[in-house]
């Protein structure tokens, strides 16, 4: 294992980096915005940030750590290092995601599994964040299904930095050995390699996190290099010497300057706040004057409060506090409908308990366990730990999942049809043909992938399949264009080109509204403007080769609901605009020889995710599960059917809302069909149930012969 050695003559250690109390009161104004964020977001809709102050925290202490070492000992053992770690993080943290796993079987929907199982072992082997921008979660967004350990994403980041930085300073120091040796000099100012190598990291990571939190702000949220000049801004920090000159007073004044940006941004900031980027500025720069400067002072030093008992205990328990509280609060959503106030005080309680019980009984003992003080004991124990805990997580849920491949013959009654056909029992309650936990796979191993491109620009073609009959004697070809909801549509026309030999050509592409404008806003992102882009491109290609290729007979437009407006050339947005483009589009179709069928929105069930709620409600679906259709349809932008209706150009409009919904109410299951496999997307099988009704309306509008 490599080791870091200098002259310890060359340099003294900062005596600001020794043990200070007050950091425990910082530390405890961290976790309690991000505790108060994670149970109250719309009160404290910038907590999010305490996060940024456990970073800037983290680098100045471990900085400090290393460099006291070196300057001590003339080396830095980074076995030793590395084994401190260990054992002061990663027996409470792998304690933490047992606990989540055992939870998970026992009080998390099935249908939830998958997911969850995929990030505990992210948040295991500390890639969670990785995992997170991989799957392009938004942090913020509703629609998103919260694993139990989500928040290891910030501890992945943490550990990250632990093993990087150690590694920087090595390579940096010992690169600047070689060379004053080269000029022959055996001096090696170890403070100044220091300084000079984390004022670098922190200036080349700054100018990264800005420019890719412009490039792409959900994605620069998780990634490792978007923080890191947060932590690089606590290690220059323990480099600072003691700002001695300036009056105490004024110090003072400095630190509690530090705690009120840090507040500002916890009640100020909010998920539309492009994060971290130059915005993390004012967390950041509030820790770093926090930590630099006040006083002790009685009554008026922000130190001599940050230094008080509660504030220590709570500094002390920080780490337990933010381990437990989130897989205790995503546990209760799940249980406590609703998850009201005096449910989140209980929340409260127990986090604070279960952290006090951590640390005198597992970090404490561990950290200070004679065992572990062998650096490879520490390795061997978080080696067999990582395996033992991946193999269970991996293996036991699939050993006790039971099989999900049912099938089931759609009859007059099923899926849709109990609505269409007004049948007595609608099927709106009881055991679904399809269990649910089949229908939620849909959600990650969706149908005719073959046949869709991918949201963001890409170079693929975009013709995307061939579906139905076979297209050399099919009697009738339709082209079927939209985003991920005509995509969803796709099984009903495989069945039905199958049984009418209709010929269906797949244009697709996830995230893309059929509407010829661009659907982002003037002051988007790059990567929203560039996913717009090829949005926009793609829908112009489709239509072109619409209009070119005689052996289209018919053209099938369907998308989801949007919650986004669209901007014509000159930046303009309204619904006339949008109506009238996709208006003139359909009327070039027309033109071309075409018959035009536009499929309405399905609605948006917001927070009520189908198969989740079906799996846990199986007595109570009606009343669980369903919403009033006037807020389901309303709820968000129709573009589609509004501007078939107001449309002049020759269309057939096809609503599939009579399927979905009754006069009242909008339901997750019909027929004993789940209606969706997340909060908006048709199930497979529920697209199939309105095939006798929609090959009717071709029929009736006489588009088919």
Same mark, same amino acid.
């Given at each position: ?23 425990q009161?910082l ?18 809709? #910038? ?86 921008a991989?799957?392009s ?26 093993v ?18 080269a ?13 000079w ?49 300036? $009056? ?17 941004? #916890? ?47 709570m ?39 279960l ?21 490879w ?53 009881g ?22 491109? $991918? ?12 579906? #139905?009959?076979?297209e ?88 989801? $609901?949007?919650?986004?407006?669209f ?6 947005t ?84 009579p ?43 006489t588009?088919?012969?």
């Amino acid at each position: 294992m490599p080791t870091l050695t200098a002259q310890p003559h060359g340099a003294s250690a900062p005596s600001r980096s020794s043990f200070r109390p007050e950091l425990q009161g910082l530390r405890a104004l961290a976790v309690g915005l991000v505790l108060l964020f994670h149970l109250w977001p719309d009160r404290v809709s #910038g907590g999010f940030v305490g996060v940024d102050v456990f970073f800037v925290v983290s680098g100045f202490l471990i900085t400090g750590h290393l460099y006291r070492e070196l300057s001590r000992t003339g080396t830095i053992v980074l076995r030793k290092f590395w084994a401190r770690r260990i054992m002061r993080l990663l027996p409470l943290a792998f304690i933490v995601l047992i606990f989540s796993f055992i939870s998970m079987f026992f009080l998390v929907p099935q249908t939830m599994w998958n997911m969850n199982v995929r990030q505990i072992l992210g948040s295991l082997f500390y890639v969670e964040n990785w995992v997170l921008a991989a799957d392009s979660v938004d942090y913020m967004a509703a629609d998103n299904e919260p694993s139990l350990v989500q928040h290891y994403w910030s501890l992945s980041i943490e550990e990250q930095f632990y093993v990087m930085l150690p590694l920087l300073l090595l390579g940096a120091y010992l690169f600047t050995k070689f060379l004053r040796r080269a000029v022959h000099d055996p001096r090696t100012n170890a403070q100044k390699v220091f300084i000079w190598t984390l004022l670098a990291i922190t200036v080349a990571t700054f100018i990264f996190s800005v420019l890719y939190t412009n490039y792409s702000a959900a994605l620069s949220y998780f990634v490792t290099p978007t923080r890191f000049w947060e932590f690089s801004t606590g290690g220059l920090l323990a480099m600072l010497p003691v700002a001695s000159k300036i $009056p105490v007073r004024m110090q003072n004044l400095m630190g509690w300057a530090g705690v009120v940006f840090i507040v500002i941004a #916890g009640f100020n900031y909010s998920g539309d706040t492009a994060f971290p980027g130059y915005t993390a500025l004012l967390p950041v720069v509030g820790s770093a004057l926090f930590i630099h400067y006040g006083s002790h002072t009685p009554i008026t030093g922000i130190y001599w409060w940050a230094s008080r008992t509660p504030s220590l205990r709570m500094g002390d328990w920080s780490y337990a506090i933010y381990l437990w509280h989130w897989p205790l609060i995503i546990i209760a959503g799940y249980q406590l409908d609703p998850f009201s106030w005096p449910y989140k005080l209980i929340i409260l309680v127990l986090t604070f308990a279960l952290a006090a019980a951590s640390q005198y009984l597992i970090e404490d003992p561990l950290r200070h366990a004679k065992l572990f003080k062998v650096p490879w004991r520490a390795f061997t124990l978080m080696t067999s730990s990582m395996i033992i805990i991946g193999s269970v997580t991996f293996f036991l849920p699939q050993a006790v999942s039971p099989e999900t491949d049912e099938e089931v013959n759609i009859a007059e009654c099923t899926g849709a049809n109990a609505f269409l056909s007004d049948c007595d029992d609608k099927g709106l309650n009881g055991k679904p043909d399809i269990p649910a936990t089949q229908v939620q796979m849909e959600e990650e191993e969706p149908n005719h992938t073959e046949c869709n491109l $991918p949201s963001g620009p890409t170079d693929k073609e975009t013709k995307g399949c061939s579906i #139905g009959a076979p297209e050399d004697s099919a009697e009738y070809t339709i082209a079927v264009i939209g985003d991920s909801h005509a995509r969803a549509w796709l099984p009903l026309f495989e069945e039905i080109g199958e049984e009418n030999n209709w010929n269906i050509q797949g244009y697709t592409k996830s995230g893309c509204t059929p509407v010829p404008l661009s659907g982002a806003e003037p002051d988007s992102d790059q990567a929203q403007q560039e996913e717009a882009d090829a949005c926009e491109d793609f829908i112009d290609r489709a239509s072109e080769e619409f209009q070119s290729n005689d052996d289209i007979d018919a053209i099938i437009t369907a998308a989801s $609901p949007t919650d986004r407006d669209f901007y014509d050339e000159s930046g303009e947005t309204s619904d006339q605009i949008a109506s009238e483009a996709l208006n003139d589009m359909w009327q070039e179709w027309e033109d071309a020889g075409k018959d035009v069928v536009v499929i309405g929105e399905v609605p948006h069930f917001e927070d009520v995710n189908g198969p989740t709620c079906v799996e846990s409600n199986p007595d109570n679906i009606v009343d669980a599960c369903s919403l009033p259709a006037d807020d389901v349809i309303e709820g968000r932008d129709s573009i589609m059917k509004w501007a078939a209706e107001d449309s002049t150009t020759p269309i057939d409009f096809y609503d599939p809302v009579p399927g979905i919904c009754d006069t009242e109410r909008c339901y997750s299951m019909v027929g004993n069909l789940l209606t969706r496999y997340d909060h908006h997307h048709l199930s497979a099988d529920f697209a199939r149930s309105f095939g006798t009704d929609f090959v009717s309306f071709m029929q009736k509008k006489t588009i088919v012969e």
